[in-house]
């Protein structure tokens, strides 16, 4: 955790934050702080500072916050994952809020197995505690949009021109022609497949939507590598 992220139920009273909980024992347990110390923090959607630590025992951490630094900018990144298993999804979305996607839209497609979508990793509070851990990590204080589309046919055909308006457009698919451009740096949608990849059909249908699909090279990455991977060479 590079970045205690305070919310404003932290901050009782005027100019002091109270914590208990995971961010109590992360501090005790990895900063090791005490009375004096100065800590990084953010406001959950806000501004980012120092907080000087007031008081620190076992049952609460008293800190004195100077928020005065916007977070960095958020890559302008729709992402349109298909579901992954639960265990992926969670580092995933950590993955995703930590090198700053701006929307996360959970989409399915033919080869996300059904049980997926019952999953409890996928219910609004589990979904926002593991895009906190991301925040947490890479310093930032703005969570991603996140919409969940279980269906992939009216969502391609209904829903994602306006979603993916004003930006260019990419499907990422081993089978591609086309190499994946590198250093964009603009308002771009990237779909990126399941674990057994994206079918013809919704292949089809996405260059219908307007998508182009581009591979990364002969090598198969799995879904959180590839994630990492494209991100990191659309925008540098
Ligand atoms: N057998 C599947 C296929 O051929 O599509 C492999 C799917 S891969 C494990 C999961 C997703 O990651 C793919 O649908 C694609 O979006 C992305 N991906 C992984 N490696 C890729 C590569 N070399 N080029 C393009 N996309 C890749």
């Not at 593991?130 to 009216?154: A, H, N, Y």
């Not at 590198?182 to 013809?200: C, D, S, Y």
């Amino acid at each position: 955790m590079n970045l205690l992220l305070l919310t404003p139920d932290d901050c009782p009273e005027p100019g002091l934050a109270r914590l208990t909980g995971r961010r109590l024992k992360h501090v005790q347990e990895v900063h090791r702080a005490k009375a004096g110390d100065t800590l990084r923090l953010g406001m959950l959607g806000g501004l980012m500072g120092t907080g000087e630590i007031v008081s620190l025992s076992r049952d609460e951490l008293v800190l004195r916050p100077v928020l005065d630094t916007a977070p960095p900018e958020k890559l302008p990144l729709t992402l349109l994952l298909s579901l992954p298993r639960p265990k992926m999804l969670k580092r995933i979305l950590q993955t995703v809020a930590a090198m700053g996607v701006s929307r996360l839209v959970l989409m399915n497609s033919y080869r996300v197995e059904k049980s997926f979508w019952d999953s409890p990793w996928l219910e609004p509070d589990a979904v926002r505690e593991q895009l906190v851990l991301g925040l947490e990590q890479s310093r930032d204080t703005v969570l991603p949009e996140v919409l969940i589309e279980p269906l992939f046919k009216p969502f391609v055909e209904d829903r994602l021109s306006m979603l993916c308006r004003n930006s260019r457009c990419y499907v990422a698919h081993p089978g591609a022609e086309v190499h994946c451009p590198v250093a964009l740096n603009q308002p771009l949608t990237l779909a990126i497949g399941p674990e057994g990849g994206f079918i013809p059909y919704e292949i089809e249908k996405l260059v219908e939507a307007g998508f182009e699909a581009v591979h990364l090279g002969p090598r198969i990455l799995r879904v959180e590598t590839a994630v990492t991977a494209l991100v990191a060479r659309l925008y540098v």
